[in-house]
Protein backbone atom coordinates (compact mmCIF):
# COMPACT_ATOMS: atom_id res chain seq x y z
CA UNK A 1 0.00 0.00 0.00
CA UNK A 2 1.09 3.71 -0.59
CA UNK A 3 -0.40 6.62 1.51
CA UNK A 4 -0.11 9.66 0.07
CA UNK A 5 -0.37 12.48 2.80
CA UNK A 6 -1.85 15.92 1.53
CA UNK A 7 0.72 18.81 1.17
CA UNK A 8 2.33 20.08 4.26
CA UNK A 9 0.62 17.37 6.33
CA UNK A 10 1.65 18.02 9.98
CA UNK A 11 4.47 15.62 12.19
CA UNK A 12 1.39 14.76 14.09
CA UNK A 13 -0.88 13.68 11.17
CA UNK A 14 1.85 11.56 9.62
CA UNK A 15 2.94 9.94 13.07
CA UNK A 16 -0.60 9.15 13.78
CA UNK A 17 -0.91 7.24 10.15
CA UNK A 18 1.74 5.35 11.31
CA UNK A 19 0.31 4.23 14.37
CA UNK A 20 -2.87 3.23 12.92
CA UNK A 21 -0.80 1.06 10.23
CA UNK A 22 0.91 -0.64 12.78
CA UNK A 23 -3.15 -0.88 14.68
CA UNK A 24 -4.29 -3.01 11.43
CA UNK A 25 -1.21 -4.82 11.90
CA UNK A 26 1.15 -3.68 8.93
CA UNK A 27 4.54 -2.62 9.01
CA UNK A 28 5.71 1.32 7.78
CA UNK A 29 8.50 0.34 5.07
CA UNK A 30 9.39 3.91 4.36
CA UNK A 31 8.51 7.58 4.12
CA UNK A 32 9.35 9.68 1.28
CA UNK A 33 9.19 13.29 0.71
CA UNK A 34 9.22 16.59 2.29
CA UNK A 35 5.89 18.64 1.34
CA UNK A 36 4.24 15.60 0.23
CA UNK A 37 4.90 12.79 2.17
CA UNK A 38 4.43 9.39 0.69
CA UNK A 39 4.58 5.97 3.24
CA UNK A 40 5.34 2.93 1.64
CA UNK A 41 3.52 0.21 3.97
CA UNK A 42 3.94 -3.83 3.71
CA UNK A 43 2.55 -6.64 5.75
CA UNK A 44 -0.59 -9.17 5.16
CA UNK A 45 -3.77 -8.09 6.59
CA UNK A 46 -7.71 -6.97 5.21
CA UNK A 47 -6.40 -4.18 2.94
CA UNK A 48 -9.94 -2.94 2.10
CA UNK A 49 -10.77 -2.10 6.00
CA UNK A 50 -7.64 -0.42 5.93
CA UNK A 51 -7.47 1.30 2.97
CA UNK A 52 -10.78 3.00 3.83
CA UNK A 53 -9.94 3.81 7.31
CA UNK A 54 -6.62 5.69 6.33
CA UNK A 55 -8.36 7.43 3.73
CA UNK A 56 -10.90 8.65 6.78
CA UNK A 57 -7.81 9.48 8.48
CA UNK A 58 -6.65 13.12 8.97
CA UNK A 59 -3.64 14.68 7.15
CA UNK A 60 -4.60 11.65 4.43
CA UNK A 61 -4.90 12.62 0.60
CA UNK A 62 -5.12 8.74 -0.60
CA UNK A 63 -4.33 5.42 0.54
CA UNK A 64 -3.74 2.84 -2.57
CA UNK A 65 -3.25 -0.76 -3.06
CA UNK A 66 -0.16 -1.75 -5.47
CA UNK A 67 -1.27 -4.05 -7.55
CA UNK A 68 1.97 -5.09 -8.59
CA UNK A 69 3.42 -8.01 -7.04
CA UNK A 70 6.88 -5.95 -6.71
CA UNK A 71 5.68 -3.17 -4.83
CA UNK A 72 8.48 -0.62 -3.81
CA UNK A 73 10.13 -0.67 -7.35
CA UNK A 74 7.30 -0.50 -9.43
CA UNK A 75 5.93 2.95 -11.32
CA UNK A 76 2.54 2.40 -8.98
CA UNK A 77 4.96 3.38 -6.05
CA UNK A 78 6.98 5.96 -7.88
CA UNK A 79 5.95 7.72 -11.46
CA UNK A 80 9.12 9.40 -12.39
CA UNK A 81 12.18 7.50 -12.75
CA UNK A 82 15.05 7.38 -9.36
CA UNK A 83 18.25 8.70 -9.96
CA UNK A 84 21.23 6.69 -8.00
CA UNK A 85 24.63 8.65 -7.06
CA UNK A 86 27.79 6.55 -7.78
CA UNK A 87 30.90 8.51 -7.05
CA UNK A 88 29.59 12.01 -8.17
CA UNK A 89 27.79 10.85 -10.93
CA UNK A 90 23.73 9.59 -11.21
CA UNK A 91 22.37 6.89 -13.33
CA UNK A 92 18.95 7.85 -13.90
CA UNK A 93 19.33 11.47 -14.13
CA UNK A 94 20.38 13.99 -17.23
CA UNK A 95 23.58 12.06 -17.68
CA UNK A 96 24.08 8.79 -19.84
CA UNK A 97 26.67 7.04 -18.01
CA UNK A 98 29.15 4.34 -19.45
CA UNK A 99 30.73 2.13 -17.19
CA UNK A 100 33.80 0.27 -18.91
CA UNK A 101 36.58 -2.16 -17.76
CA UNK A 102 38.26 -5.34 -18.22
CA UNK A 103 36.29 -8.68 -17.29
CA UNK A 104 38.53 -9.63 -14.75
CA UNK A 105 40.96 -7.80 -12.98
CA UNK A 106 44.42 -9.45 -13.68
CA UNK A 107 47.45 -7.27 -12.64
CA UNK A 108 48.10 -3.64 -11.71
CA UNK A 109 49.40 -2.59 -15.23
CA UNK A 110 46.65 -4.00 -16.97
CA UNK A 111 43.94 -2.35 -14.81
CA UNK A 112 45.71 0.98 -14.48
CA UNK A 113 45.99 1.36 -18.76
CA UNK A 114 42.50 0.32 -18.96
CA UNK A 115 41.51 2.84 -16.21
CA UNK A 116 43.45 5.71 -17.98
CA UNK A 117 42.11 4.97 -21.01
CA UNK A 118 38.32 4.34 -20.50
CA UNK A 119 38.81 7.85 -18.42
CA UNK A 120 40.47 9.35 -21.41
CA UNK A 121 37.50 8.58 -23.44
CA UNK A 122 34.44 9.40 -21.10
CA UNK A 123 33.58 6.30 -19.00
CA UNK A 124 32.96 7.42 -15.29
CA UNK A 125 32.67 4.13 -14.01
CA UNK A 126 35.59 1.50 -13.78
CA UNK A 127 34.10 -2.09 -14.13
CA UNK A 128 36.38 -4.94 -13.12
CA UNK A 129 35.81 -8.21 -11.98
CA UNK A 130 37.79 -9.62 -8.10
CA UNK A 131 35.73 -12.33 -7.67
CA UNK A 132 34.40 -14.18 -10.86
CA UNK A 133 32.18 -16.57 -11.20
CA UNK A 134 33.08 -19.03 -13.78
CA UNK A 135 31.55 -22.08 -15.48
CA UNK A 136 34.55 -23.74 -14.89
CA UNK A 137 36.43 -24.25 -11.37
CA UNK A 138 39.60 -24.88 -13.30
CA UNK A 139 38.90 -21.57 -14.79
CA UNK A 140 40.49 -17.67 -13.48
CA UNK A 141 38.48 -17.09 -10.55
CA UNK A 142 39.58 -14.02 -9.65
CA UNK A 143 42.53 -12.04 -7.72
CA UNK A 144 39.94 -11.00 -4.78
CA UNK A 145 41.29 -8.84 -2.36
CA UNK A 146 44.14 -8.16 -4.47
CA UNK A 147 42.34 -7.40 -6.60
CA UNK A 148 39.96 -5.59 -5.25
CA UNK A 149 43.05 -3.35 -3.96
CA UNK A 150 44.50 -2.82 -7.41
CA UNK A 151 40.47 -1.40 -8.20
CA UNK A 152 41.08 1.07 -4.93
CA UNK A 153 44.20 1.98 -6.76
CA UNK A 154 42.99 2.85 -10.42
CA UNK A 155 40.22 4.76 -8.66
CA UNK A 156 42.60 7.05 -6.96
CA UNK A 157 44.53 7.57 -9.65
CA UNK A 158 41.72 8.51 -12.41
CA UNK A 159 38.77 9.31 -9.99
CA UNK A 160 36.70 6.76 -11.49
CA UNK A 161 34.00 4.98 -9.66
CA UNK A 162 34.37 1.13 -9.25
CA UNK A 163 31.66 -1.24 -9.69
CA UNK A 164 32.94 -5.02 -8.97
CA UNK A 165 30.69 -7.81 -8.83
CA UNK A 166 29.49 -9.75 -5.38
CA UNK A 167 29.46 -13.44 -5.29
CA UNK A 168 28.59 -14.52 -1.83
CA UNK A 169 26.91 -12.96 1.25
CA UNK A 170 30.10 -14.07 3.03
CA UNK A 171 32.19 -11.00 1.24
CA UNK A 172 29.31 -8.34 1.22
CA UNK A 173 31.34 -6.11 4.16
CA UNK A 174 34.85 -6.84 2.50
CA UNK A 175 33.42 -5.49 -1.38
CA UNK A 176 31.51 -2.80 -0.25
CA UNK A 177 34.66 -1.38 1.30
CA UNK A 178 36.34 -1.13 -2.00
CA UNK A 179 33.12 -0.83 -4.77
CA UNK A 180 31.05 2.81 -5.01
CA UNK A 181 28.06 0.00 -6.39
CA UNK A 182 28.02 -3.75 -5.99
CA UNK A 183 27.48 -5.64 -9.07
CA UNK A 184 25.22 -8.64 -9.06
CA UNK A 185 25.76 -11.37 -11.94
CA UNK A 186 23.11 -13.30 -13.97
CA UNK A 187 24.06 -16.72 -12.44
CA UNK A 188 23.08 -14.58 -8.71
CA UNK A 189 20.46 -13.05 -9.73
CA UNK A 190 18.12 -15.00 -7.33
CA UNK A 191 20.47 -15.93 -4.58
CA UNK A 192 18.14 -14.54 -2.07
CA UNK A 193 20.48 -14.91 0.43
CA UNK A 194 23.07 -12.45 -1.02
CA UNK A 195 20.18 -10.30 -2.23
CA UNK A 196 18.66 -9.79 1.50
CA UNK A 197 22.26 -8.94 2.88
CA UNK A 198 22.69 -6.17 0.22
CA UNK A 199 19.77 -4.47 1.67
CA UNK A 200 22.29 -3.47 4.22
CA UNK A 201 25.31 -2.84 2.08
CA UNK A 202 25.48 0.67 2.02
CA UNK A 203 26.02 0.81 -1.66
CA UNK A 204 23.97 1.15 -4.62
CA UNK A 205 23.65 -2.33 -6.58
CA UNK A 206 23.48 -3.24 -10.08
CA UNK A 207 21.60 -5.91 -10.76
CA UNK A 208 22.15 -8.40 -13.88
CA UNK A 209 19.31 -10.06 -15.19
CA UNK A 210 19.18 -13.88 -14.98
CA UNK A 211 20.53 -15.34 -18.53
CA UNK A 212 16.90 -17.73 -18.19
CA UNK A 213 14.96 -14.85 -15.75
CA UNK A 214 11.86 -13.37 -17.17
CA UNK A 215 11.37 -9.61 -16.65
CA UNK A 216 9.04 -10.03 -13.42
CA UNK A 217 11.84 -12.09 -11.91
CA UNK A 218 14.00 -9.48 -12.30
CA UNK A 219 11.49 -7.03 -10.59
CA UNK A 220 10.94 -9.69 -7.98
CA UNK A 221 14.62 -9.71 -6.81
CA UNK A 222 15.09 -5.87 -7.23
CA UNK A 223 12.75 -6.05 -4.79
CA UNK A 224 13.83 -8.69 -2.21
CA UNK A 225 16.93 -5.44 -2.22
CA UNK A 226 15.02 -2.79 -1.30
CA UNK A 227 12.59 -4.48 0.59
CA UNK A 228 15.62 -5.35 2.59
CA UNK A 229 16.65 -1.85 2.98
CA UNK A 230 18.56 -0.37 0.32
CA UNK A 231 16.28 1.57 -2.39
CA UNK A 232 19.74 2.52 -5.09
CA UNK A 233 18.93 -0.89 -7.30
CA UNK A 234 19.79 0.07 -10.95
CA UNK A 235 18.73 -2.86 -13.59
CA UNK A 236 20.82 -4.36 -16.03
CA UNK A 237 19.90 -6.29 -19.32
CA UNK A 238 22.93 -8.48 -20.17
CA UNK A 239 21.12 -10.88 -22.79
CA UNK A 240 19.13 -13.97 -21.85
CA UNK A 241 19.73 -17.57 -23.36
CA UNK A 242 17.42 -19.21 -26.57
CA UNK A 243 17.79 -20.88 -29.30
CA UNK A 244 19.52 -18.73 -31.40
CA UNK A 245 23.52 -19.77 -31.31
CA UNK A 246 24.88 -16.81 -33.81
CA UNK A 247 25.80 -14.65 -30.58
CA UNK A 248 26.49 -15.17 -27.22
CA UNK A 249 23.08 -14.67 -25.55
CA UNK A 250 19.96 -12.96 -27.21
CA UNK A 251 20.02 -9.10 -26.26
CA UNK A 252 16.69 -8.33 -25.34
CA UNK A 253 16.17 -5.59 -26.39
CA UNK A 254 12.14 -4.39 -25.71
CA UNK A 255 13.62 -5.79 -21.98
CA UNK A 256 14.70 -1.81 -21.92
CA UNK A 257 11.40 0.38 -22.94
CA UNK A 258 9.51 -2.75 -20.75
CA UNK A 259 11.31 -2.12 -17.57
CA UNK A 260 11.11 1.86 -18.36
CA UNK A 261 6.98 1.13 -17.98
CA UNK A 262 7.02 -0.80 -15.07
CA UNK A 263 9.96 0.55 -12.68
CA UNK A 264 11.56 3.74 -11.80
CA UNK A 265 14.56 2.13 -11.63
CA UNK A 266 17.43 2.92 -13.52
CA UNK A 267 18.52 0.43 -16.96
CA UNK A 268 21.31 -0.29 -18.78
CA UNK A 269 22.41 -2.15 -21.31
CA UNK A 270 25.34 -5.14 -21.13
CA UNK A 271 26.26 -5.16 -24.63
CA UNK A 272 28.98 -7.23 -24.07
CA UNK A 273 27.78 -10.46 -22.14
CA UNK A 274 24.50 -9.99 -24.78
CA UNK A 275 26.58 -10.64 -28.27
CA UNK A 276 29.92 -12.07 -26.79
CA UNK A 277 31.47 -10.54 -29.66
CA UNK A 278 33.37 -7.38 -30.00
CA UNK A 279 32.53 -6.38 -33.82
CA UNK A 280 28.24 -6.09 -32.50
CA UNK A 281 29.15 -3.99 -29.14
CA UNK A 282 29.19 -0.78 -31.20
CA UNK A 283 26.03 -1.15 -32.94
CA UNK A 284 24.28 -2.38 -29.75
CA UNK A 285 25.49 0.36 -27.94
CA UNK A 286 23.80 2.96 -30.18
CA UNK A 287 20.51 0.93 -29.64
CA UNK A 288 21.02 1.19 -26.02
CA UNK A 289 21.17 4.58 -26.38
CA UNK A 290 18.73 5.32 -28.66
CA UNK A 291 16.21 3.03 -27.06
CA UNK A 292 16.50 5.10 -23.60
CA UNK A 293 18.45 3.28 -21.36
CA UNK A 294 20.47 5.22 -18.53
CA UNK A 295 23.82 4.27 -19.31
CA UNK A 296 26.35 1.29 -20.60
CA UNK A 297 28.60 -0.98 -19.08
CA UNK A 298 31.02 -2.57 -21.57
CA UNK A 299 33.56 -4.70 -21.33
CA UNK A 300 37.41 -3.14 -22.20
CA UNK A 301 41.06 -4.66 -22.01
CA UNK A 302 44.17 -2.93 -23.25
CA UNK A 303 45.08 -6.48 -25.37
CA UNK A 304 42.05 -8.73 -25.49
CA UNK A 305 43.83 -11.39 -26.99
CA UNK A 306 45.72 -12.34 -23.84
CA UNK A 307 42.72 -11.64 -21.35
CA UNK A 308 41.67 -14.34 -19.01
CA UNK A 309 38.20 -13.84 -19.02
CA UNK A 310 36.02 -12.42 -22.17
CA UNK A 311 38.79 -11.57 -24.55
CA UNK A 312 36.61 -12.26 -27.59
CA UNK A 313 33.84 -9.37 -26.52
CA UNK A 314 36.43 -7.36 -25.28
CA UNK A 315 36.88 -3.67 -27.22
CA UNK A 316 40.70 -2.55 -27.04
CA UNK A 317 41.16 0.64 -25.87
CA UNK A 318 41.31 2.25 -29.10
CA UNK A 319 37.97 0.68 -30.48
CA UNK A 320 36.24 2.05 -26.71
CA UNK A 321 37.71 5.55 -27.73
CA UNK A 322 36.62 5.48 -31.37
CA UNK A 323 32.73 3.88 -29.96
CA UNK A 324 32.50 6.71 -27.34
CA UNK A 325 33.42 9.46 -30.45
CA UNK A 326 31.25 7.77 -32.72
CA UNK A 327 28.05 7.57 -29.75
CA UNK A 328 28.44 11.30 -29.65
CA UNK A 329 25.77 12.44 -31.47
CA UNK A 330 23.22 10.12 -30.55
CA UNK A 331 24.24 10.20 -26.47
CA UNK A 332 23.18 14.34 -27.61
CA UNK A 333 19.86 13.30 -28.44
CA UNK A 334 19.42 11.38 -25.43
CA UNK A 335 20.37 14.34 -23.09
CA UNK A 336 18.02 16.46 -25.08
CA UNK A 337 15.32 13.33 -24.96
CA UNK A 338 16.04 12.94 -21.27
CA UNK A 339 15.65 17.00 -20.47
CA UNK A 340 12.55 17.73 -21.66
CA UNK A 341 11.33 14.68 -20.17
CA UNK A 342 12.59 15.93 -16.80
CA UNK A 343 11.38 19.05 -17.07
CA UNK A 344 7.73 17.22 -17.74
CA UNK A 345 7.49 16.65 -14.52
C1 LIG B 1 30.60 -9.97 -15.97
O1 LIG B 1 30.09 -8.84 -15.89
O2 LIG B 1 31.80 -10.16 -16.22
C2 LIG B 1 29.72 -11.15 -15.87
C3 LIG B 1 30.15 -12.30 -15.40
O3 LIG B 1 28.48 -10.88 -16.34
P1 LIG B 1 27.12 -11.76 -16.24
O4 LIG B 1 26.86 -11.96 -14.81
O5 LIG B 1 26.11 -10.89 -16.94
O6 LIG B 1 27.38 -13.05 -16.99
MN1 LIG C 1 32.70 -10.89 -18.45
Redesign the pocket.
Known amino acids: MIISMRPHATREEINHVCERIAEFGYKVHSIEGEERVVIGVVGIGDVTICLESLEATPGVERAMRISAPYKFVSKEFRKGRSAIKINGCEIGGDEFVMMAGP?SVESEKQIMDTAEGVAAAGARIL?G?AF??RTSPYDFQGLELEGLKLLRKAKERTGLGIIT?IMSDRDVELVAEYADCM?V???NMQNFALLKSLGGCGRPVLL?RG?SSTIKELLMSAEYIVAHGNPNVILCE?GIRTFETATRNTCDIAAVPVLNELTHLPVVL?PS?ATGKRSLIPALSRAGVAIGADGL?V?VHPCPEKAV??GAQSLTLADFARMMSELKPYIRLWSEARARELAAV
Open positions: CRGKPEQGARKMRDHIESD
